[in-house]
C-alpha cells in the first residue's frame, strides 16, 4: 500500500506530499544523518540522484530542519541533567519575554518551552554537577524577581534517547 502523508508547509502554506521512499529515506537519515547518499539509495533500491533529489525537495519544504551534531555533554565534563518547571508571575505584559530572553542568555540551559499546566517554562538543563546546578536555580533564574517558583527534577539515570520519530506506512 503506497500511502501518502501530506504535510502543511508553514511557510509556503500548502501540503506536501510524504510517499512511501520519502518515509524510508527519512528514517533511515534520522538514524544516521551522515550515512552516504549512495548507502540511502541502496536500501531503498533506487539511484543516488534519487535520493539526492527528493533530500533536496524535503529541505526545500522544511521538512528536514537543518543538519546538526549533537554533542555528548558528558565528554565535556556536564554531568548533571535537569528540567525544571517554572512559575513566572504576569506583573505586566512584557514579563515572559523579559524572562524568556534571560533565560536564553545562560549557557547551560540547552531547551525552554512555554507549556500549559502549574508551569509557564519547562527548562532542560546540563551541569557539572548537583552543586553547579544549585548555582544556577539560585543565583541565575531563582533570583529573577518574576520567578515565582521552581520545581527540579534531576535525571540520575540516562535510559535512551531517539531523537525522533519513526514514519510508518499506517
Partial sequence: MNRIMIIKNRKMDRPIHIDSLDRRILNILMKDVRIPFVEVARQCHVTGSAIHQRVQKLIENKVIDGRTFKINPKAMGYFTLAYVGMQINLIKQRTHQEVFDHIM????????????????????????????????????LQSVVEVVATETFILPVFHFYKGFLLLSDR
Avoid at 105 to 123: A, Q, R
Avoid at 126 to 140: F, G, I, Q, R, T
Fill in 105 to 140: 542568555s545562560i549557557p547551560e540551559v540547552v531547551e525552554c518551552h512555554n507549556i500549559t499546566g502549574k508551569y509557564s517554562f519547562l527548562l532542560k538543563i546540563y551541569a557539572h554537577s548537583n552543586e553547579h546546578l544549585k548555582s544556577l536555580l539560585v543565583d541565575k
